[in-house]
């Protein structure tokens, strides 16, 4: 069945559907050249102004429907792959150390997950899920810095993770909300590894990287390196937080603050640049503590909507020292204006990438590149250790009961 990919954003909505196509049906070439076939694209913005994330489930379903039927779908999916992000996102680095035996034992699988376990249990608040635990190296006696531990020996093993937490009545909204349109959610991704999957060419996969996602009212700042999130961070700061400040100062509606935030520190009006000036001491102030005591980045790519407004990546070139560069998924070029196009990229790069490991699983799964690698735990499925606060099932009973067993959990 197509794939529905939804970017539940805190000004809009977008989606990408589409399936897996390989290149040798058409070309005869090596079936590792997997693309994605894009079948439709939507955008959908709610219908008011606001600084809020929407925790309205009958205005979220609504705008998720509007979504879906522009991109007019000849059948209605029946599941949904969700990219989420919140100003009220949790993020920790933890370390956890897991004992095994007296004696030196094989490390498995299971190892893991209790080790994850572990690292989330420590620092994870109680009323929130892990929407991504990124492990960025394992050391126990007798290695250190091992990626996979999996068939070494040790005692001990112990492990540094990045852990980003969700609230759950954030999630539970979406649930709702997904409900109500009649889809099932097959998994939650946090925006910042959707953005990566899109704007990080594949030259700069295995390097330092600053990503910088603009939205509504959320900003998120991150460190990609070498296919991990080392740290990041979530601001309750975005372009409809500046709309509001013009707005105010400037005495303008708030359509009209909404054009003139455009111009940005590039706008003739004294009062513009003064509140952009401003509204972008909370943001330099985060990206410098990101940036603080830690290897400089190699390149910094901006982008959601907000990147759009003038002077904006100029001015994180500035305070990042590093070059700056706008970005996008190379499947968004052509789908309209650029504003539309920033939009509809993190859902169509995450879209790609599931269809490139969806195609690599059927046929080799070694042949996955570093270019999968990113969400590789997402996509399999795992469950406390990975990337994803829910993974769905495709049977009916799994599905019900794992809705029954998260009730359970979340009330008692």
């Not at 937490?165 to 097959?186: H, N, S, T």
């Not at 204006?337 to 993190?346: E, I, K, N, V, Y």
Request: hydrophobic share 45%; net charge neutral; with cysteine.
């Amino acid at each position: 069945k197509p794939l529905v990919v939804l970017d539940i954003g805190s000004t809009k909505v977008a989606c990408a559907v589409g399936r897996p196509a390989c290149a040798a049906v058409a070309t005869g070439r090596p079936t590792e050249q997997a693309t994605c076939e894009v079948l439709g694209t939507g955008t959908a913005s709610y219908p008011t102004l606001k600084s809020t994330w929407p925790c309205d489930q009958a205005l979220l379903a609504r705008t998720i429907e509007q979504a879906l039927e522009e991109a007019h779908l000849t059948s209605w999916p029946d599941r949904a792959i969700v990219i989420l992000t919140h100003p009220a996102l949790s993020h920790r680095a933890v370390t956890a150390q897991l004992d095994l035996a007296d004696e030196p034992v094989t490390i498995r699988g299971r190892d893991l997950e209790r080790l994850h376990a572990q690292a989330v249990s420590q620092v994870l608040e109680v009323d929130r899920e892990p929407l991504l635990l990124d492990p960025l190296g394992y050391a126990g006696n007798g290695f250190d810095a091992a990626g996979d531990p999996r068939g070494l020996v040790a005692t001990r093993m112990q492990g540094r993770f990045q852990l980003i937490g969700i609230p759950m009545a954030v999630k539970r909204a979406v649930l709702q909300a997904l409900d109500v349109v009649g889809l099932e959610l097959d998994r939650v991704v946090y925006s910042l590894q959707a953005v990566a999957a899109a704007c990080v060419e594949e030259p700069w996969r295995s390097k330092r990287v600053l990503l910088v996602d603009l939205g509504g009212c959320c900003t998120d700042l991150a460190l990609w390196d070498n296919g991990h999130l080392v740290r990041s961070t979530s601001i309750p700061w975005g372009g409809m937080t500046i709309v509001e400040a013009i707005a105010t100062d400037a005495r303008m509606t708030m359509d009209h603050a909404l054009t003139a935030s455009l111009e940005g520190l590039n706008s003739p009006h004294p009062i513009i640049r003064k509140v952009f000036n401003e509204q972008l001491r909370l943001v330099e102030s985060s990206l410098r503590q990101l940036l603080e005591g830690t290897a400089h980045p190699e390149r910094a790519i901006v982008t959601g909507r907000g990147a759009l407004i003038g002077g904006l990546v100029e001015w994180v070139e500035q305070i990042s020292h590093t070059k700056a560069v706008l970005g996008r998924s190379p499947l968004a070029k052509g789908l309209g204006d650029l504003g539309r196009q920033m939009a509809l990229s993190p859902s169509l790069g995450l879209l790609q990438l599931v269809c490139q490991a969806t195609a690599s699983s059927h046929d080799a799964p070694n042949r996955v590149g570093r270019s999968t690698s990113v969400l590789r735990h997402s996509l399999a499925g795992e469950d406390i250790a990975g990337s994803v606060g829910i993974r769905g099932s495709g049977r009916l009973i799994d599905r019900l009961l794992a809705r029954t067993r998260h009730i359970l959990v979340e009330y008692f």
